[in-house]
């Protein structure tokens, strides 16, 4: 009975030690006896090399003009001129819109009768004081030449003439640069007030796009870089080229960037747009995306050596969308799985597919 024991302990031991000793796959790279003895799988493979890498840094924006302006009404009237309308080009001081004027008229002929009635009242009152004013010094008689020309009214009248020039002036609207009207809200025959906004006018083919940059990515961004901006219709592709980078990062973490658009016919300002900026790099070894797979949450790469698959722990940089930097695990000439590798198991026998 005692032999008995002894023997039952003795393969529990051994069985406990053989479990514990047992690898587990997702603790790292793992040969197992049905891997070695399975039928090879095909696979596909990329030879690692130094290559330029194109780093992207992508996001979205707002297409803007260089120069935009809200036209607003500085005087009451009614239109009796609009040239007026959507889309339509409009030269640098051109006139775009006038008001009635009459009412200004008749008051600019009445200021000029005052002014004129006041210059003969003011001569006659300086021909008096001519006399007494001989020896004295020239403050002195400037002093009297106001007090003459003030009591004569002669000051207001010409002060008032000034005003209403003023205001026959705003009666004509004209464009405040070349460009494209934009948001017209009057027409012929409408009566507004002061402050009304009569257009929007901007800069048609000269464009640029506001966008957001991450401030991890800020420090691969620099004036001049090339760029693409691409509506969101996805109609076209647009060059473009960061004109401008704020030093200053949003409580969100972004910092704003103007990318401007080469050639901009077929944008509109307010078109939502993402941009792409290419940031050339320095050779550095790459590979395709699909060569990477994740176990326990690390990037792990397969590479094919005398017939079977061997597992890679690497350190990854950046991505571009299709290829990977690799800092750390590979090198140059290594010749990585990138089919078929999803359930591949350290040292499982592979057949590389010839192309």
């Known amino acids: 009975m005692k032999k008995i024991s002894l023997v039952y302990v003795l393969a529990t031991i051994l069985l406990f030690s053989c479990r514990q000793s047992a690898p587990l796959a997702e603790d790292g790279p793992v040969k ?36 935009e302006q809200k036209v607003l009404a500085e005087n009451n009237g009614l239109i009796t001129f609009c040239n007026l309308r959507n889309n339509k080009q409009a030269g640098n001081g051109s006139t775009v819109l006038t008001l009635d004027t009459k009412a200004t008229l008749l008051k600019i002929d009445k200021a000029n009768e005052r002014i004129y009635n006041s210059r003969l009242n003011y001569q006659s009152d300086l021909l008096s004081q001519e006399s007494l004013l001989k020896n004295k010094s020239k403050g002195i008689r400037d002093s009297v030449y106001r007090k003459l020309k003030a009591n004569s009214g002669l000051s207001d009248a010409e002060s008032e003439l000034k005003d209403l020039n003023y205001e026959l002036s705003k009666a004509i609207v004209k464009a405040p640069f070349t460009g494209t009207l934009a948001g017209v809200k009057v027409q012929n025959g409408q009566y507004i007030r002061a402050g009304d906004e009569l ?22 961004i620099k ?18 080229v960061v004109e401008e980078i704020n030093p200053m990062v949003d409580e969100n973490g972004l910092v704003s960037v103007k990318l401007k658009i080469l050639q901009a016919g077929g944008l509109l300002p307010g078109m939502n747009a993402t941009a792409t900026i290419m940031e050339p790099e320095q050779k550095c070894l790459i590979i395709p995306k699909q060569a990477v797979v994740m176990r326990s949450g690390k990037p792990v790469v397969f590479t094919l050596e005398e017939g079977v698959a061997k597992w890679n722990y690497v350190i990854l940089g950046r991505d571009n969308g299709k290829v990977f930097e690799v800092k750390e695990g590979l090198k140059e000439g290594d010749k990585v799985i990138i089919s078929n590798n999803l359930q591949l198991a350290h040292g499982a026998p592979v057949r590389e597919e010839k192309r």
Request: negative net charge.
């Open 32 to 67: 197992s006896a049905a891997a070695t003895e399975s039928e090879p799988n095909t696979v596909q493979t990329y030879t690692t090399k130094l290559l330029t890498f194109d780093y992207l840094v992508q996001s979205t924006g707002k297409v803007k003009a260089i120069s």
């Open 199 to 220: 257009f929007t006018i901007y800069t048609g083919n000269d464009l640029y796009l506001e966008t957001k940059i991450l401030e991890t990515d800020i420090g691969s």
């Open 223 to 240: 004036i001049g870089q090339s760029a693409n901006v691409i509506p969101v219709s996805g109609a076209s592709s647009y060059k473009a």
